[in-house]
C-alpha cells in the first residue's frame, strides 16, 4: 500500500539561500586573504597561521 500524497516541507526552502550565503562569505575571506597577503613583510609561515587560526 503507497502513500498517495506527501506532504510539502518548508523546513528546506531556506536552504539554496544559505548556501550561497556561505559561499559569498567564503569568497570574501578569501579575497581578504589575497589582499592580506600582497605586504612586503609577509611570509610563507604568516600566510600559513592566517589561514589555521582565523
Known sequence: ???SHTM???V???DGLIILG???LALVLLGALYI???GPSFTDVDLTTMAMMP
Open 36 to 38: 592580506a597577503s600582497g
Open 22 to 24: 556561505y559561499m559569498a
Open 1 to 3: 500500500m503507497a502513500i
Open 12 to 14: 528546506r526552502s531556506g
Open 8 to 10: 510539502p516541507s518548508s
